[in-house]
């Protein structure tokens, strides 16, 4: 592919915080941007230069975003394939609709991971596809206790429902309204981690060491992001399985893979279990904006441009913080103003607010990155913002 250089206008599937750092990265490389969201006060919307507020299936704002840009990439995997594929017919779209699809239902995804585990040495959690009331009978007993998972649409733990026994199955699928599920068995989990890859047109591929992630509620709430946050070892086998799948359906952008850390039953070895792919940043890779030479959004912005990919080198350890719309309430449930100068007094803080008028409990209002000369003071500065902002369920989190 001839690279689209700067100058040109980049579009973007879904106008959240993704798609505003993406036009941040982008329009700091000199492109121009077109944001494709109906929702006319969307994070990215607000910053872009064109901003198509239509549904994203609606044909004549597909084809603005066409006649605007030279290429097209999403910041959500939810948007609908077909929307993807009629793109593509005129504009090159990274990743492409066939990877998107995969990712936005389990039951391929897990597909895929099963398919890869010869090259990626990494298996996915012990699980039973559930489409009928036969499917549901055939579970095996071993998967008891576990979560059962939409198939489709779910995201920070939503459409999810832990089960211990089969009535209680039973009820959750009825629950879900007997959509297309998957029962994926109860790991013990020591960690999780993901991998970040991007991978060019040409086949050429970049990864960050794996991160570390804490959530709290089924939300992301802190990564960690340093030398030794993860053993060595396997910190290397998930890099290397993150790479091998994306390589194995030829994906073109930036990914991310998350992975779980489970005990083995010999006690003090850990296997890796991968769990889901996002195709797109993640949130877990937030701290690249502030801690890395290349962001995940330059990637993706090179990625889908056409253009070299630079291996990104971190240049500061980093901790970060998700910033959730509770913070902007008092105990006694009233609204207000997260005391910012504070936090930003501490050394080595950097705030980012997606510019998103109404805080709601659970709601991704932006986060806040660490960073300094050494570990200890990054995670003394974490200590004292999590202790001024008021961050829930904490306690352990922050530890190395
Ligand atoms: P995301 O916001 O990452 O897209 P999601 O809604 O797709 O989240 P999952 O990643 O499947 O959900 O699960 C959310 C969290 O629930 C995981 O990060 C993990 O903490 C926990 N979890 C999920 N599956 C399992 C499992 N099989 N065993 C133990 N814990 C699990
Ligand atoms: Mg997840």
């Known amino acids: 592919m001839k690279p689209v250089l700067p100058g040109a206008t980049l579009g973007v599937m879904g106008g959240g915080q993704l798609g505003r750092m993406f036009v941040h990265a982008a329009q700091r ?31 004549a704002g597909l084809e603005r975003l066409v006649s605007l840009c030279a290429a097209i990439t999403t910041e959500f995997e939810n948007v609908p394939a077909q929307a993807l594929q009629a793109l593509a017919a005129s504009r090159p779209v990274a990743p492409g609709a066939a990877c998107v699809a995969i990712a936005q239902d389990r039951i391929e995804e897990k597909a895929h991971f099963s398919a890869c585990a010869a090259s990626s040495g990494v298996a996915c959690a012990p699980h039973a596809v559930i489409r009928s009331d036969a499917n549901l009978q ?21 459409g999810q429902v832990r089960v211990s026994t089969r009535q209680e199955l039973v009820d959750a699928w009825a629950q879900l309204q007997r959509v297309p599920c998957v029962l994926e068995k109860m790991l013990p989990l020591h960690a999780e981690c993901s991998v970040l890859v991007a991978r060019g047109f040409d086949g050429a591929m970049v990864s960050y060491p794996p991160q570390r992630n804490v959530h709290v509620d089924g939300i992301l709430a802190v990564t960690h992001a340093y030398e030794g946050c993860l053993p060595t070892e396997l910190a290397a086998r998930a890099q290397a399985a993150g790479l091998a799948i994306a390589a194995q359906i030829g994906y073109v952008g930036l990914m991310c893979v998350e992975f779980f850390v489970v005990q083995s039953d010999q006690g003090q070895v850990f296997d890796l279990v991968v769990n889901e792919m996002a195709p797109r940043p993640h949130n877990s890779g937030h701290y690249t904006l502030d801690a890395c030479d290349h962001s995940q959004f330059d990637l993706q912005v090179c990625a889908m441009a056409g253009l070299p990919l630079s291996q990104p080198r971190q240049h500061s350890p980093a901790l970060m913080l998700n910033l959730l719309g509770d913070i902007w309430f008092d105990a006694q449930g009233q609204e207000r103003t997260p005391d910012w100068a504070q936090v930003l007094s501490l050394p080595g803080t950097h705030l980012h607010l997606y510019g998103k008028t ?19 003071g990054v995670q003394a500065s974490a200590r004292r913002c999590a202790e001024l902002l008021g961050l829930p369920g904490l306690d352990n989190g922050l530890n190395t």
């Open 138 to 158: 055939a579970v095996p007993a071993d998967l008891l206790p576990g979560i059962l998972k939409t198939a489709r649409m779910g995201y920070d733990g939503k």
């Open 358 to 376: 109404q805080a709601r409990k659970g709601r991704k209002m932006g986060h806040l990155t660490l960073t300094g000369p050494t570990l200890a």
């Open 29 to 59: 490389l000199g492109y121009f941007t077109a944001v494709l969201d109906p929702d006319p006060h969307s994070p990215a919307g607000l910053v872009s230069h064109h901003h198509i507020h239509t549904a994203y299936t609606d044909a």
